[in-house]
């Protein structure tokens, strides 16, 4: 398999930690996408590789490609028929899947936005259409993010209850971005904070490029 990525953007990351959590690295090839000269966006890579011109991409033997993290991480976790990050119950799965979508929405996605139209971004040669009214307002509603996870968390150890899963992946995607443009978690989300850095002891986390003190962007 092939995985088109960059290996310290946020969202690549996200892949790379499930890669880890499942033991798959031996099973993937990266290419390197640079993101900041837009070959993400490049009418051949939309064509061939993934319509939305984002990254990651997983690239199958037979040529399938499939974008979208959650999209992704559900491919590799069920490659073994063994499923631990997506949930092995139909309950698990939708509460998973549910904590997932609410991390990406009110969190990571909303810190992108506020990336790509509050800040440079990636650049002038990328960023061609900008909105930083809208940005600002993005960078306000991921700090609410914060604070709904912060109240999830002081109620159970991990994001979707009482297991690691594909939703704790998202939301550290989401802190992640958030330190990048240097968006802090509030003081006051202490529950948010310690779970942040349990995650960071995670062998799966601690070891991924973006955490290496390399600078990140996103997709």
């Known amino acids: 398999m092939k995985i088109y990525d960059f290996p310290t953007g946020p969202y690549p990351t996200r892949v790379r930690i499930a890669l880890a959590e499942k033991r798959l690295q031996s099973r993937v090839r ?21 319509y939305s011109g984002t990254l990651p991409v997983l690239e199958l033997d037979d040529g399938t490609c499939i974008g979208e993290c959650t999209a ?11 499923p631990t990050l997506t949930g092995r119950t139909p309950r698990d799965k939708g509460i998973i899947h549910m904590m997932s979508k609410r991390a990406e929405i009110e969190l990571l996605d909303a810190v992108s936005v506020y990336f790509h139209h509050g800040t440079p971004g990636l650049g002038p040669h990328v960023e061609v259409s900008q909105n930083p009214e809208w940005g600002f307002r993005q960078r306000d509603k991921a700090v609410r993010g914060m604070r709904y996870f912060d109240a999830v968390l002081s109620r159970q150890p991990y994001v979707a209850g009482e297991a690691f899963s594909m939703a704790d992946i998202t939301v550290i995607g989401g802190l992640l971005f958030a330190s990048l443009v240097a968006l802090p978690v509030p003081e006051e989300c202490e529950a948010l904070r310690s ?7 995670r062998e799966s986390v601690r070891d991924q490029p973006a955490f290496a003190g390399s600078a990140a962007v996103a997709d």
């Open 195 to 201: 779970w942040y850095a349990r995650m960071l002891q």
């Open 30 to 50: 990266f290419v390197m996408v640079d993101l900041y000269k837009g070959e993400h966006k490049r009418p051949e890579f939309i064509a061939t590789k993934n």
């Open 72 to 82: 992704i991480t559900e491919y590799l976790d069920t490659l073994d028929g063994q």
